[in-house]
């Protein structure tokens, strides 16, 4: 309970908040100190400071040796960082840790390799490792699977924040009405406890779902205020921007800079690329 | 009289109704005694055991017994379930002429012609009572219903009143029993059990019968003095009221109806009397040609008589029980008694509203039967069989509401009348054939033949029409305009039932149901062998009607079944969710409670409303077989998939919908070979081999194994096998998976083991294993055989697959909404969770990997365990395999989770189901399917050149996903933004892609540009209506409207272009002023806005002007007059004028004739007359010369000139 803010935070994307929240806590056991610092390295990540993570973590529990490792993917040793994890895997000890499993399967999910992650998480016990399985299986264009696995977490805690998200994310794939209620989760965990970029960029999306994009082109404005480097309120500010006719080059730069590698960069590198190849097919 | 019911039998002596159920007794002449079921007029049973006629049948009123009387002296109890006589009573001397139970104790009570009476105790099966004193036949002898009493009449001409309160206290008290029997002697003649209680002298001849009024101290008889006399009594005294005259020969049988103040009466002068008893005279006569009546009988519950004559019997009703009502505006409007009464359906009032005509004073059957009300005015029209059919109108004002006292009705003849509209109500005039339309004061307004010749009743239609019924058809008329609308056959209606939009129209008859649109096109028709009773449309279309005994529901497409059971008739006056309001017999109103699951789910089935099929599935409201056969019999095996419980079932379900996952579950679950077998069948048709593979090896069929490897190119798995049939002993199979193989050192080896020493040489030699060869000859000696040179032999060896990894490539499914809906609660789900998948590993992680290889070893395993071969050998198969695992997969196998997972197909991507969906090339662009996008805009077009396309391409394909960050930092989610979101709109329901390109912003992109053409900016328009022509390709639009209208915009951006070409490339031409003319003058007659045609025609004008080309000046000059141009321009083009006149002709020959109507050639920018030979654009229908066709468009830039193409395709709506 006493890291309740820390992990709260973290989940909704407030990273800085997630780490400050950890230096106020006091008298820690030791197993609730490991755990506060697997989500403050992991927001150290997220914030993405890698190095402040590798050297501060020095010989200790497999869980912060695999966020370590998490750190060392990220600086781009991603080979080693790797076969590191494997044989961290190795022992069988390790290998039913959750929170190992967890970074494994982050890895080979980041590497878009699904089914190699699932096959550390699918077993999915705790909420975060059902969170990222619902959220490949939204990537594996599976909703049903991910309602699924959406079922395991509202059983075993319909309120947590993760389990609200998750419910968002499969809301948003199931489509039609569910949009609707989709909007009033983030809308909902925004007032609980506050606006942060992640939850006004998926308020933003079930806009643009909702056909109201001028809506949308606000929030995101909003949220690109308050982090002007958020690559998901970027991307999606291009296609709002697309839809109500407006210029998208100067997001569209941003983006490509900040993530070159952003599905709707993707999306845009890919269209000119079969553009040509079907114009060769049309001959 | 309302004939219910009638046979055709032998003379018909005794009649007894059933209490409960629609069953009569008829004793006949014959001896014979006959169950019928009336309502569904069939015999159920006879009993023949009678000698001589039987003249008495009762039917006790709890045990499922009756009694007979018959003139073998001999009265029999029967069981009617068991089909036989339990008992005979004894005693009688001659002709039993009635019996009958008593309502409370176990006694009956019967009549002889040995004069006397003779009362029973059938449990103990004696007679416990004689009742002497009648000194001749005693005809008929009854109980009272409550009162301890027994009415008799015999011919001796009295009526007797019988006292049996004695009897009752005897058998009360049982200890008086023993006494009873010493007594038997001194009752025989007229001891103390039964007295006489009155002697009721009146008749002057035998009286043939006497019955108690049920509640009344009244008694009724009938004699053969042909009267019928009515009796009343009290505590000391019985005397005669009066006599009713009017039968013609002798009264057989006479009774109070039990609920109406009448006597009813039939006689040998075939007829049956309905009396008044208050007026105590004769109301209806009910004659039949040549049959006496002897009997009659009422049915203890209900409103029903019945009457047995010479030739049988006949089962009747004296008077409708419907009640006349009608529905309007959700109130009830219904006729109960005296009175009309509204009910409300909100708020469950009931009042009356006003005081009617008091109906059945002179006759029967004169209640109103049909009810119209005309809510405008408030106003009622009742329709009545009085004078051969008559109507009366009632208009009820405010103030009159409530009040008690009659309200005098306008009336006038005619055998229907239903409201037309507000102020006009038609009736039927049957004798003449003719419609009558009156107004609300009963006033004649127009008279209208019938449409056709035998028209007997008319429905209400909606205002201004009529529903005609005419024999079997029913025909749509319209008044006003005399025309006939439609017609339908239906066998002759009875009642027509709207549905609440009007829409829908039911046409009731006795025994079917015929649907039809308010046209009276057919939509389905209903069959029923019980009669129907009522019916009405419920808000969501189900139609609910009633037979005598169920409710029942019919579906639009014809599908009905029973809701439930009725004890008594009802009358269906509205439903409404699962409420049925109705009318009882007794006019009440009533709510019922349906069961509306079952027809609302088939209703969600056929609409194919999945997602409320779903909600109801979920929340269980239905199982049972019954609706798994409906649902597979309506082709819908995997929604039937999700109610079955059963693995078998499940499994054929699976089967027949082709869903493997299911069937391998199920399969698994039942482990058996048939299972298995089948599974494989299945799976090999879908060409999932892997499953196929699964399969083969649970049933352990090797050789389909072997010969799967061989056509999927499974080599390793092969040379498992070899060694499998090894371990088997298998020589034959070791034979093919070598000769599968290719591997003929194992051929040979195999042969040589086996013995066919000469086969192994042959093999050997053949194959140039020359080594082997000469062995095996040395050991042939001089067996060895002659080996045929064959000169172009060559070895065979397995063609090695194209695609060998992992499964074949399966289409993708975009999973159906119940798959995927399904996927949290069923059972399949709880097993994927929960067992780890072993088959699954074998799936998806190619041969090589440790998953694999560890599953395929346990397969192996199996496979070996159940060969011959010794265990040891077994045990060296083992070690084989786990020498072949690559070393760092070992490891992984370690990690406890990884080895049980099964791996997950990807599913369709939304984009996917865009496609499929949409033939739409914006649907396409947007999912980025360029290609498919392009081939449609081909054929539909004839676009070939897309590079205009490109950027429109690529943003619409950029636009079409929004992304979500997910579960950080892994790739973030991406979802397909879709158009037409509505709140309501179900999850998993596709839309199409939300395009970015919309007509309102083209259509305010045209707008910049007309401002644009008008500053004369000349090349920012040419640019923007380009960009329009370049967009509309992908537009999509939603209706057909918008479609014209995008039409409409292609034509329009197609003249300017053109237009605006002419105009740029005449600025371009400094140098050939003759050009410049003609050009400017072409761009007059471009199809564009007339102030632009006015800036046009100025420039001409000048042009024209400046190269002396005068005529020409003048004409445009006139054009630029007749347009209304400003002031300026006025005065410039008057000035023109002048000076054209002055010497109109052109200095310069123009390729130009303003008076013959042409186009421009888009590419040469030449006029085409009229009539000349020309090709156009298939896109934006630019006009051009021949020589131009094959060309891509110079206007659109887009199309090929004169290709074929089928037409723009811009909105879903165009397909439907």
Same mark, same amino acid.
């Given at each position: 309970?006493?890291?309740?803010?820390?992990?709260? =935070?973290?989940?909704?994307?407030?990273?800085?908040?997630?780490?400050?929240?950890?230096?106020?806590?006091?008298?820690?056991?030791?197993?609730?100190?490991?755990?506060?610092?697997?989500?403050?390295?992991?927001?150290?990540?997220?914030?993405?400071?890698?190095?402040?993570?590798?050297?501060?973590?020095?010989?200790?529990?497999?869980?912060?040796?695999?966020?370590?490792?998490?750190?060392?993917?990220?600086?781009?040793?991603?080979?080693?960082?790797?076969?590191?994890?494997? *044989?961290?895997?190795?022992?069988?000890?390790?290998?039913? +840790?959750?929170?190992?499993?967890?970074?494994?399967?982050?890895?080979?999910?980041?590497?878009?390799?699904?089914? /190699?992650?699932?096959?550390?998480?699918?077993?999915?016990?705790?909420?975060?490792?059902?969170?990222?399985?619902?959220?490949?299986?939204?990537?594996?264009?599976?909703?049903?699977?991910?309602?699924?696995?959406?079922?395991?977490?509202?059983?075993?805690?319909?309120?947590?924040?993760?389990?609200?998200?998750?419910?968002?994310?499969?809301?948003?794939?199931?489509?039609?009405?569910?949009?609707?209620?989709?909007?009033?989760?983030?809308?909902?965990?925004?007032?609980?406890?506050?606006?942060?970029?992640?939850?006004?960029?998926?308020?933003?999306?079930?806009?643009?779902?909702?056909?109201?994009?001028?809506?949308?082109?606000?929030?995101?404005?909003?949220?690109?205020?308050?982090?002007?480097?958020?690559?998901?309120?970027?991307?999606?500010?291009?296609?709002?921007?697309?839809?109500?006719?407006?210029?998208? !080059?100067?997001?569209?730069?941003?983006?490509?800079?900040?993530?070159?590698?952003?599905?709707?960069?993707?999306?845009?590198?890919?269209?000119?690329?079969?553009?040509?190849?079907?114009?060769?097919?049309?001959? | 009289?309302?004939?219910?019911?009638?046979?055709?039998?032998?003379?018909?002596?005794?009649?007894?109704?059933?209490?409960?159920?629609?069953?009569?007794?008829?004793?006949?002449?014959?001896?014979?005694?006959?169950?019928?079921?009336?309502?569904?007029?069939?015999?159920?049973?006879?009993?023949?055991?009678?000698?001589?006629?039987?003249?008495?049948?009762?039917?006790?009123?709890?045990?499922?017994?009756?009694?007979?009387?018959?003139?073998?002296?001999?009265?029999?109890?029967?069981?009617?379930?068991?089909?036989?006589?339990?008992?005979?009573?004894?005693?009688?001397?001659?002709?039993?002429?009635?019996?009958?139970?008593?309502?409370?104790?176990?006694?009956?009570?019967?009549?002889?012609?040995?004069?006397?009476?003779?009362?029973?105790?059938?449990?103990?099966?004696?007679?416990?009572?004689?009742?002497?004193?009648?000194?001749?036949?005693?005809?008929?002898?009854?109980?009272?219903?409550?009162?301890?009493?027994?009415?008799?009449?015999?011919?001796?001409?009295?009526?007797?009143?019988?006292?049996?309160?004695?009897?009752?206290?005897?058998?009360?008290?049982?200890?008086?029993?023993?006494?009873?029997?010493?007594?038997?002697?001194?009752?025989?003649?007229?001891?103390? *059990?039964?007295?006489?209680?009155?002697?009721?002298?009146?008749?002057?001849?035998?009286?043939?019968?006497?019955?108690?009024?049920?509640?009344?101290?009244?008694?009724?008889?009938?004699?053969?003095?042909?009267?019928?006399?009515?009796?009343?009594?009290?505590?000391?005294?019985?005397?005669?009221?009066?006599?009713?005259?009017?039968?013609?020969?002798?009264?057989?049988?006479?009774?109070?109806?039990?609920?109406? *103040?009448?006597?009813?009466?039939?006689?040998?002068?075939?007829?049956?009397?309905?009396?008044?008893?208050?007026?105590?005279?004769?109301?209806?006569?009910?004659?039949?040609?040549?049959?006496?009546?002897?009997?009659?009988?009422?049915?203890?519950?209900?409103?029903?008589?019945?009457?047995?004559?010479?030739?049988?019997?006949?089962?009747?009703?004296?008077?409708?029980?419907?009640?006349?009502?009608?529905?309007?505006?959700? %109130?009830?409007?219904?006729?109960?008694?005296?009175?009309?009464?509204?009910?409300?359906?909100?708020?469950?009032?009931?009042?009356?509203?006003?005081?009617?005509?008091?109906?059945?004073?002179?006759?029967?059957?004169?209640?109103?039967?049909?009810?119209?009300?005309?809510?405008?005015?408030?106003?009622?029209?009742?329709?009545?069989?009085?004078?051969?059919?008559?109507?009366?109108?009632?208009?009820?004002?405010?103030?009159?509401?409530?009040?008690?006292?009659?309200?005098?009705?306008?009336?006038?003849?005619?055998?229907?009348?239903?409201?037309?509209?507000?102020?006009?109500?038609?009736?039927?005039?049957?004798?003449?054939?003719?419609?009558?339309?009156? =107004?609300?004061? =009963?006033?004649?307004?127009?008279?209208?033949?019938?449409?056709?010749?035998?028209?007997?009743?008319?429905?209400?239609?909606?205002?201004?029409?009529?529903?005609?019924?005419?024999?079997?058809?029913?025909?749509?008329?319209?008044?006003?305009?005399?025309?006939?609308?439609?017609?339908?056959?239906?066998?002759?209606?009875?009642?027509?039932?709207?549905?609440?939009?009007?829409?829908? %129209?039911?046409?009731?008859?006795?025994?079917?149901?015929?649907?039809? !649109?308010?046209?009276?096109?057919?939509?389905?028709?209903?069959?029923?062998?019980?009669?129907?009773?009522?019916?009405?449309?419920?808000?969501?279309?189900?139609?609910?009607?009633? !037979?005598? +005994?169920?409710?029942?529901?019919?579906?639009?497409?014809?599908?009905?079944?029973?809701?439930?059971?009725?004890?008594?008739?009802?009358?269906? !006056?509205?439903?409404?969710?699962?409420?049925?309001?109705?009318?009882?017999?007794?006019?009440?109103?009533?709510?019922?409670?349906?069961?509306?699951?079952?027809?609302?789910?088939?209703?969600?089935?056929?609409?194919?409303?999945?997602?409320?099929?779903?909600?109801?599935?979920?929340?269980?409201?239905?199982?049972?077989?019954?609706?798994?056969?409906?649902?597979?019999?309506?082709?819908?095996?995997?929604?039937?998939?999700?109610?079955?419980?059963?693995?078998?079932?499940?499994?054929?379900?699976?089967?027949?919908?082709?869903?493997?996952?299911?069937?391998?579950?199920?399969?698994?679950?039942?482990?058996?070979?048939?299972?298995?077998?089948?599974?494989?069948? /299945?799976?090999?048709?879908?060409?999932?081999?892997?499953?196929? /593979?699964?399969?083969?090896?649970?049933?352990?069929?090797?050789?389909?194994?072997?010969?799967?490897?061989?056509?999927?190119?499974?080599?390793?798995? #092969?040379?498992?096998?070899?060694?499998?049939?090894?371990?088997?002993?298998? %020589?034959?199979?070791?034979?093919?998976?070598?000769?599968?193989?290719?591997?003929?050192?194992?051929?040979?080896? #195999? #042969?040589?083991?086996?013995?066919?020493?000469?086969?192994?040489?042959?093999?050997?030699?053949?194959?140039?294993?020359?080594?082997?060869?000469?062995?095996?000859?040395?050991?042939?000696?001089?067996?060895?055989?002659?080996?045929?040179?064959?000169?172009?032999?060559?070895?065979?060896?397995?063609?090695?697959?194209?695609?060998?990894?992992?499964?074949?490539?399966?289409?993708?499914?975009?999973?159906?909404?119940?798959?995927?809906?399904?996927?949290?609660?069923?059972?399949?789900?709880?097993?994927?969770?929960?067992?780890?998948?072993?088959?699954?590993?074998?799936?998806?992680?190619?041969?090589?990997?440790?998953?694999?290889?560890?599953?395929?070893?346990?397969?192996?395993?199996?496979?070996?365990?159940?060969?011959?071969?010794?265990?040891?050998?077994?045990?060296?198969?083992?070690?084989?395999?786990?020498?072949?695992?690559?070393?760092?997969?070992?490891?992984?196998?370690?990690?406890?989770?990884?080895?049980?997972?099964?791996?997950?197909?990807?599913?369709?991507?939304?984009?996917?189901?865009?496609?499929?969906?949409?033939?739409?090339?914006?649907?396409?662009?947007?999912?980025?399917?360029?290609?498919?996008?392009?081939?449609?805009?081909?054929?539909?077009?004839?676009?070939? =050149?897309?590079?205009?396309?490109?950027?429109?391409?690529?943003?619409?394909?950029?636009?079409?996903?929004?992304?979500?960050?997910?579960?950080?930092?892994?790739?973030?989610?991406?979802?397909?933004?879709?158009?037409?979101?509505?709140?309501?709109?179900?999850?998993?329901?596709?839309?199409?892609?939300?395009?970015?390109?919309?007509?309102?912003?083209?259509?305010?992109?045209?707008?910049?540009?007309?401002?644009?053409?008008?500053?004369?900016?000349?090349?920012?328009?040419?640019?923007?209506?380009?960009?329009?022509?370049?967009?509309?390709?992908?537009?999509?639009?939603?209706?057909?409207?918008?479609?014209?209208?995008?039409?409409?915009?292609?034509?329009?951006?197609?003249?300017?272009?053109?237009?605006?070409?002419?105009?740029?490339?005449?600025?371009?031409?400094?140098?050939?002023?003759?050009?410049?003319?003609?050009?400017?003058?072409?761009?007059?007659?471009?199809?564009?806005?007339?102030?632009?045609?006015?800036?046009?025609?100025?420039?001409?004008?000048?042009?024209?002007?400046?190269?002396?080309?005068?005529?020409?000046?003048?004409?445009?000059?006139?054009?630029?007059?007749?347009?209304?141009?400003?002031?300026?321009?006025?005065?410039?083009?008057?000035?023109?004028?002048?000076?054209?006149?002055?010497?109109?002709?052109?200095?310069?020959?123009?390729?130009?004739?303003?008076?013959?109507?042409?186009?421009?050639?888009?590419?040469?920018?030449?006029?085409?007359?009229?009539?000349?030979?020309?090709?156009?654009?298939?896109?934006?229908?630019?006009?051009?010369?021949?020589?131009?066709?094959?060309?891509?468009?110079?206007?659109?830039?887009?199309? %090929?000139?004169?290709?074929?193409?089928?037409?723009?395709?811009?909105?879903?709506?165009?397909?439907?």
């Amino acid at each position: 309970m006493a890291l309740f803010f820390v992990k709260n =935070n973290f989940f909704l994307g407030a990273y800085q908040e997630a780490i400050n929240a950890a230096g106020k806590l006091k008298g820690l056991s030791d197993q609730e100190a490991a755990e506060r610092d697997y989500f403050v390295y992991r927001s150290y990540i997220s914030c993405g400071l890698y190095q402040i993570v590798i050297d501060e973590i020095k010989s200790s529990t497999s869980a912060l040796e695999a966020v370590r490792l998490l750190a060392t993917y990220f600086l781009g040793e991603k080979e080693s960082a790797k076969s590191s994890l494997k *044989d961290l895997l190795a022992d069988p000890l390790v290998a039913s +840790n959750n929170d190992v499993l967890l970074i494994a399967g982050i890895i080979h999910a980041h590497e878009q390799d699904y089914n /190699e992650a699932l096959k550390y998480t699918h077993a999915g016990e705790t909420l975060e490792l059902c969170a990222l399985n619902i959220h490949m299986y939204l990537k594996l264009n599976r909703p049903e699977r991910a309602e699924q696995q959406l079922k395991v977490m509202q059983r075993i805690d319909e309120d947590h924040t993760l389990t609200q998200l998750a419910n968002a994310w499969v809301n948003l794939a199931l489509g039609g009405s569910k949009i609707q209620e989709a909007s009033y989760i983030f809308q909902e965990l925004s007032e609980k406890y506050s606006w942060t970029v992640p939850l006004m960029n998926g308020r933003a999306v079930c806009h643009m779902h909702m056909g109201q994009f001028d809506d949308a082109e606000q929030l995101l404005l909003d949220a690109l205020l308050k982090d002007n480097k958020d690559a998901d309120t970027l991307a999606n500010l291009i296609v709002c921007c697309l839809h109500l006719g407006k210029s998208t !080059t100067r997001h569209m730069s941003q983006l490509k800079s900040l993530q070159p590698d952003h599905p709707t960069i993707q999306r845009q590198v890919a269209a000119e690329t079969m553009f040509q190849q079907a114009l060769q097919a049309m001959g | 009289m309302l004939t219910k019911f009638e046979t055709k039998s032998n003379r018909v002596k005794g009649l007894s109704f059933h209490p409960r159920r629609p069953w009569i007794l008829a004793s006949l002449h014959s001896g014979v005694i006959q169950l019928w079921d009336y309502r569904m007029g069939s015999l159920i049973d006879r009993f023949d055991e009678h000698d001589g006629p039987v003249r008495g049948v009762h039917f006790h009123r709890s045990q499922p017994l009756f009694v007979s009387g018959g003139d073998d002296y001999k009265i029999k109890v029967w069981n009617y379930k068991t089909r036989r006589c339990l008992f005979t009573l004894l005693g009688h001397l001659d002709y039993i002429r009635t019996v009958q139970f008593h309502q409370e104790y176990p006694w009956i009570v019967s009549a002889s012609d040995d004069q006397t009476i003779r009362i029973w105790n059938w449990q103990s099966r004696t007679c416990i009572s004689v009742l002497t004193g009648h000194n001749h036949y005693v005809m008929c002898a009854s109980f009272h219903v409550k009162e301890d009493l027994v009415v008799s009449a015999s011919l001796d001409q009295t009526v007797r009143v019988w006292d049996i309160s004695a009897l009752r206290k005897k058998t009360v008290s049982p200890a008086e029993d023993l006494l009873r029997l010493t007594q038997m002697n001194s009752d025989l003649f007229g001891g103390g *059990d039964a007295v006489v209680k009155y002697v009721l002298e009146g008749h002057d001849r035998g009286v043939n019968w006497a019955s108690f009024h049920p509640s009344l101290p009244l008694i009724v008889s009938g004699a053969d003095d042909r009267q019928v006399k009515l009796w009343r009594m009290n505590d000391t005294k019985a005397w005669e009221v009066d006599t009713l005259r009017g039968h013609v020969n002798n009264v057989s049988c006479v009774m109070f109806h039990a609920r109406q *103040d009448i006597i009813v009466s039939n006689s040998e002068d075939k007829t049956i009397r309905i009396w008044d008893m208050s007026k105590r005279s004769g109301v209806h006569t009910f004659r039949r040609e040549h049959d006496r009546f002897w009997i009659l009988s009422g049915h203890p519950e209900m409103n029903l008589l019945a009457a047995g004559h010479d030739s049988g019997m006949i089962v009747f009703k004296l008077e409708r029980e419907r009640p006349a009502y009608t529905v309007s505006g959700g %109130v009830l409007y219904y006729v109960k008694e005296r009175h009309l009464r509204t009910y409300d359906f909100a708020t469950g009032k009931d009042n009356p509203l006003i005081a009617i005509r008091r109906p059945g004073s002179t006759g029967m059957n004169q209640a109103p039967r049909t009810m119209s009300y005309n809510p405008a005015e408030n106003a009622v029209l009742l329709c009545s069989d009085v004078d051969n059919g008559s109507y009366e109108l009632y208009v009820i004002s405010k103030d009159s509401i409530g009040k008690n006292d009659t309200q005098e009705a306008k009336k006038g003849s005619g055998s229907s009348a239903v409201f037309v509209a507000r102020n006009r109500f038609a009736v039927l005039d049957k004798a003449h054939n003719l419609i009558v339309v009156r =107004n609300l004061r =009963n006033e004649l307004s127009k008279k209208v033949d019938a449409p056709a010749p035998t028209v007997d009743a008319i429905f209400y239609a909606g205002t201004g029409t009529l529903l005609c019924r005419s024999d079997d058809k029913v025909i749509l008329f319209d008044i006003q305009q005399k025309s006939i609308l439609g017609e339908i056959n239906s066998p002759q209606v009875k009642y027509v039932v709207w549905s609440q939009d009007m829409e829908a %129209v039911a046409l009731v008859s006795k025994h079917s149901i015929v649907m039809a !649109t308010k046209k009276l096109a057919l939509k389905c028709s209903v069959h029923e062998t019980i009669r129907i009773k009522s019916a009405a449309w419920d808000e969501t279309g189900v139609f609910i009607y009633t !037979t005598l +005994n169920h409710i029942k529901y019919c579906l639009p497409n014809g599908d009905s079944g029973t809701i439930m059971t009725l004890d008594v008739p009802i009358y269906i !006056t509205r439903v409404s969710g699962d409420k049925v309001y109705c009318l009882d017999r007794d006019g009440k109103v009533r709510t019922i409670t349906i069961d509306t699951t079952e027809f609302t789910f088939k209703l969600a089935l056929i609409q194919k409303r999945y997602d409320r099929v779903l909600e109801m599935i979920r929340s269980s409201q239905l199982c049972g077989q019954a609706i798994i056969s409906y649902l597979q019999q309506k082709g819908f095996p995997e929604v039937a998939l999700h109610f079955v419980k059963d693995e078998r079932t499940r499994f054929n379900l699976a089967i027949e919908c082709g869903n493997i996952e299911v069937a391998v579950v199920s399969a698994k679950e039942i482990d058996e070979k048939d299972y298995w077998y089948r599974l494989g069948v /299945e799976a090999l048709r879908q060409g999932n081999h892997e499953i196929v /593979e699964y399969a083969y090896q649970r049933t352990k069929n090797f050789e389909r194994l072997s010969f799967l490897y061989l056509i999927t190119g499974n080599l390793e798995k #092969l040379s498992k096998m070899l060694k499998i049939a090894e371990m088997r002993n298998d %020589v034959m199979g070791c034979f093919h998976n070598a000769l599968y193989l290719g591997d003929v050192e194992e051929r040979v080896k #195999l #042969l040589e083991k086996s013995g066919h020493l000469p086969l192994a040489y042959a093999a050997a030699k053949v194959h140039g294993l020359d080594e082997v060869a000469e062995r095996l000859a040395t050991e042939l000696g001089d067996k060895l055989p002659q080996i045929p040179k064959l000169e172009t032999s060559k070895l065979l060896l397995p063609p090695s697959p194209i695609l060998r990894d992992n499964n074949w490539p399966l289409l993708l499914i975009s999973k159906g909404f119940f798959e995927g809906a399904f996927a949290e609660p069923g059972v399949v789900d709880q097993e994927e969770e929960n067992a780890p998948d072993a088959w699954g590993d074998e799936l998806v992680i190619p041969s090589g990997d440790a998953q694999a290889g560890a599953g395929e070893a346990e397969d192996l395993e199996e496979a070996g365990r159940a060969g011959p071969g010794p265990e040891g050998e077994e045990e060296g198969g083992w070690e084989l395999e786990d020498l072949e695992l690559p070393p760092e997969v070992v490891q992984s196998q370690a990690s406890a989770q990884s080895s049980f997972f099964a791996g997950i197909t990807p599913g369709a991507p939304v984009t996917q189901v865009w496609t499929q969906r949409s033939s739409l090339a914006g649907d396409h662009v947007a999912a980025g399917a360029f290609d498919s996008a392009m081939r449609l805009l081909n054929r539909q077009l004839g676009i070939k =050149n897309f590079a205009p396309l490109q950027a429109v391409f690529c943003d619409l394909h950029l636009a079409s996903q929004s992304s979500l960050g997910g579960f950080r930092p892994v790739e973030s989610l991406t979802y397909g933004l879709e158009r037409n979101w509505s709140d309501s709109s179900p999850p998993n329901v596709r839309n199409g892609p939300a395009l970015i390109y919309k007509l309102p912003a083209l259509e305010d992109r045209a707008k910049q540009a007309y401002k644009a053409t008008t500053e004369g900016k000349f090349s920012e328009a040419l640019r923007l209506f380009l960009s329009i022509l370049h967009t509309v390709p992908v537009i999509v639009v939603d209706s057909r409207k918008e479609v014209d209208d995008v039409k409409d915009l292609i034509g329009k951006s197609k003249e300017y272009v053109l237009a605006l070409k002419m105009e740029l490339k005449r600025k371009d031409l400094k140098d050939e002023p003759v050009r410049q003319a003609e050009l400017a003058a072409y761009f007059t007659h471009c199809d564009i806005q007339p102030s632009h045609i006015r800036l046009g025609l100025q420039s001409a004008m000048g042009v024209a002007y400046r190269c002396n080309n005068f005529n020409t000046a003048a004409q445009l000059a006139r054009r630029l007059l007749d347009m209304n141009p400003s002031q300026a321009g006025i005065a410039k083009a008057k000035q023109v004028l002048q000076a054209c006149e002055r010497n109109p002709r052109d200095e310069n020959r123009m390729n130009y004739d303003g008076r013959n109507p042409f186009v421009v050639c888009g590419a040469t920018f030449t006029p085409i007359y009229a009539g000349s030979r020309s090709v156009s654009c298939p896109y934006c229908a630019a006009r051009f010369v021949p020589e131009v066709a094959g060309q891509i468009c110079s206007v659109c830039d887009l199309a %090929v000139v004169d290709a074929d193409a089928s037409g723009l395709v811009c909105s879903a709506t165009q397909s439907r």
